[in-house]
């Protein structure tokens, strides 16, 4: 799955709804016909069943399908939540509790954290931080040969997607001082959406407080230090490595189609050299560093974030003389960029209450338990890792938990490690970032570079998800030995 639930697909319009989609009239109508057809067969489903029911996964599968064929999730939650609602036979009273239970969800947590995240970066932008940080990346690497200058790109990128969280929203913030660079040293468009998506990729497996890595980490009960340790630390160091020569097979591969800028398409951009306040940028870095050794050495859990998220953002304005309305108006302001994404977890907290209760898992493994318990555990991990990996798009947090509510006592009783588990759960998160279709991330990333070319971002994709999965199996193979 791609970022973190994330609203990157939709960074360029400012729209409260970060699942926002368009539909041709066609494509609405049978999205709402198979959506009628679902709780239709809710109702029935109500009536004949009773207790453990496969029944219980036709709320999962509906979601999966109407948010597939590109209903907007949240609606597509919603009707998931509604059939399930149906078939669990549930009481207005009993509603108002689900509702009320799943505010305190774990799922829901992540989602405010998620949430709070897009407030520390209204800050950043705001501030400046965030220009501060990619100006001195490229400052650094971007004298010194154009395969450093790709190298710091890639560096500047994953430095901001960390520290936010999102990909293509930290991206929009770094492509207007990026795009100028790469133009003027004659990368084309593709290259230069290569550059973005490499290291933002890298970025978000390094992210400390992204939704699905802080569900990743809750699930395998390490810290942030064994999350880097066995998942987004390999994955990191191996897109820095590929990053390069498959930038220089894309310059290589589209300097003879014309893709280049016009000056109209970069003239318009910020300068490179644009910078924000040093003790602002130096107070948010070093306050950073300081919460990731925190929640590494305290093994912090999933609340963690609720209080580094905020108190990095008041320090990050407070250096730069912020006055304290302007940074809850601004906190105020990022948050409310991405609501739909709270009320989308706090929906998927509801729906898997509802699945707990139907237990269509429990009926799947009876049937099929067998065959599962009797796997060695590095089989045990790759089905469990190809199976997320064709997940919903959209909400990877909740993807994590719930891969781990239904496989992770079963892995833990054959004996998978916590380490191989990070692996699986990040495989089943991400994997689909990189291919082998297209996604949110990757259409987000291609307009902030200006490209069209969807057919060599998937080149790209697939160019780091081959190497990835090889050393991702390596390392399974190896773990569960």
């Given at each position: 799955?791609?970022?973190?639930?994330?609203?990157?697909?939709?960074?360029?319009?400012?729209?409260s709804?970060?699942?926002?989609?368009?539909?041709?009239?066609?494509?609405?109508?049978?999205?709402?016909?198979?959506?009628?057809?679902g709780?239709?067969?809710?109702?029935?489903?109500?009536?004949?069943?009773?207790?453990?029911?496969?029944?219980?996964?036709?709320?999962?599968?509906?979601?999966?399908?109407?948010?597939?064929l590109?209903?907007?999730i949240?609606?597509?939650?919603?009707?998931?939540?509604?059939?399930?609602?149906?078939?669990?036979?549930?009481?207005?009273?009993?509603?108002?509790?689900?509702?009320?239970?799943?505010?305190?969800d774990?799922?829901?947590?992540?989602?405010?954290?998620?949430?709070?995240?897009?407030?520390?970066?209204?800050?950043?932008?705001?501030?400046?931080?965030?220009?501060s940080?990619?100006?001195?990346?490229?400052?650094?690497?971007?004298?010194?040969?154009?395969?450093?200058?790709?190298?710091?790109v890639?560096?500047?990128?994953?430095?901001?997607?960390?520290?936010l969280?999102?990909?293509?929203?930290?991206?929009?913030?770094?492509?207007?001082?990026?795009?100028?660079i790469t133009?003027?040293?004659?990368?084309?468009?593709?290259?230069?959406?290569?550059?973005?998506?490499i290291?933002?990729?890298?970025?978000?497996?390094?992210?400390?407080f992204?939704?699905?890595?802080?569900?990743?980490?809750?699930?395998?009960?390490v810290?942030?230090?064994?999350?880097?340790?066995?998942g987004?630390?390999?994955?990191?160091?191996?897109?820095?490595?590929?990053?390069?020569?498959?930038?220089?097979?894309?310059q290589?591969?589209?300097?003879?189609?014309?893709?280049?800028?016009s000056?109209?398409?970069?003239?318009?951009?910020?300068?490179?050299?644009?910078?924000?306040?040093?003790?602002?940028?130096?107070v948010?870095?070093?306050?950073?560093?300081?919460?990731?050794?925190?929640?590494?050495?305290?093994?912090?859990?999933?609340?963690?974030?609720?209080?580094?998220?905020?108190?990095?953002?008041?320090?990050?304005?407070?250096?730069?003389?912020?006055?304290?309305?302007?940074?809850?108006?601004?906190?105020?302001?990022?948050?409310?960029?991405v609501?739909?994404?709270?009320?989308?977890?706090w929906?998927?907290?509801?729906?898997?209450?509802?699945?707990?209760?139907?237990?269509?898992?429990?009926?799947?493994?009876?049937?099929?338990g067998?065959?599962?318990?009797?796997a060695?555990?590095?089989?045990?991990?790759?089905?469990?890792a190809?199976?997320?990996?064709?997940?919903?798009?959209?909400?990877?947090?909740?993807?994590?938990?719930?891969?781990?509510?239904?496989?992770?006592?079963?892995g833990?009783?054959?004996?998978?490690?916590a380490?191989?588990?990070?692996?699986?759960?990040?495989?089943?998160s991400?994997?689909?970032?990189y291919?082998p279709?297209?996604?949110?991330?990757?259409?987000?990333?291609?307009g902030?570079?200006?490209?069209t070319?969807?057919?060599n971002?998937?080149?790209?994709?697939?160019?780091?998800?081959?190497?990835?999965?090889?050393?991702?199996?390596?390392?399974?193979?190896?773990?569960?030995?």
């Amino acid at each position: 799955m791609s970022n973190e639930a994330t609203p990157d697909a939709t960074v360029q319009k400012k729209s409260s709804n970060a699942y926002e989609t368009v539909l041709t009239p066609g494509r609405s109508r049978l999205i709402w016909i198979l959506a009628t057809v679902g709780v239709g067969l809710a109702v029935v489903a109500a009536f004949i069943s009773d207790g453990p029911t496969l029944w219980g996964l036709l709320p999962i599968v509906l979601y999966a399908v109407l948010a597939i064929l590109g209903m907007d999730i949240v609606v597509a939650t919603v009707v998931a939540v509604v059939s399930g609602i149906i078939i669990a036979k549930m009481g207005a009273i009993e509603i108002g509790t689900l509702l009320g239970d799943s505010l305190a969800d774990q799922i829901t947590i992540i989602g405010l954290i998620i949430m709070l995240g897009a407030g520390v970066g209204e800050i950043l932008k705001v501030t400046g931080v965030a220009q501060s940080i990619v100006s001195t990346v490229m400052h650094v690497f971007g004298r010194s040969g154009k395969n450093m200058m790709v190298f710091g790109v890639m560096i500047s990128c994953l430095i901001l997607v960390a520290a936010l969280g999102t990909l293509a929203g930290a991206i929009a913030i770094a492509a207007p001082i990026l795009l100028p660079i790469t133009a003027r040293l004659g990368y084309t468009k593709s290259a230069t959406a290569s550059m973005l998506f490499i290291g933002g990729c890298a970025g978000l497996a390094l992210a400390p407080f992204a939704g699905s890595n802080v569900a990743i980490m809750e699930a395998a009960d390490v810290n942030y230090a064994q999350y880097v340790l066995y998942g987004g630390g390999p994955i990191a160091l191996l897109s820095l490595i590929v990053g390069v020569p498959v930038v220089a097979f894309m310059q290589r591969w589209t300097a003879k189609k014309d893709d280049f800028y016009s000056t109209e398409e970069v003239g318009d951009a910020r300068s490179a050299e644009a910078s924000g306040s040093r003790l602002s940028t130096f107070v948010f870095l070093g306050m950073l560093a300081v919460s990731v050794v925190f929640a590494a050495v305290t093994s912090a859990g999933t609340t963690f974030p609720l209080l580094a998220l905020p108190v990095l953002g008041v320090a990050t304005a407070i250096a730069s003389r912020m006055r304290a309305q302007d940074i809850v108006s601004m906190i105020y302001r990022g948050c409310s960029q991405v609501v739909s994404i709270f009320i989308l977890f706090w929906l998927l907290a509801a729906l898997f209450i509802i699945i707990d209760m139907l237990a269509p898992f429990d009926v799947v493994m009876d049937l099929f338990g067998a065959q599962l318990e009797s796997a060695s555990p590095l089989v045990f991990t790759i089905i469990i890792a190809l199976l997320g990996w064709v997940g919903v798009p959209g909400a990877t947090a909740a993807q994590v938990v719930l891969l781990d509510k239904v496989f992770g006592d079963l892995g833990a009783a054959l004996g998978v490690s916590a380490g191989s588990w990070v692996i699986v759960l990040l495989f089943a998160s991400k994997a689909d970032t990189y291919g082998p279709f297209p996604n949110g991330n990757m259409v987000g990333v291609m307009g902030l570079a200006r490209s069209t070319n969807l057919r060599n971002m998937l080149i790209t994709g697939w160019m780091l998800l081959v190497p990835a999965c090889i050393m991702y199996f390596l390392f399974l193979f190896f773990e569960t030995r």
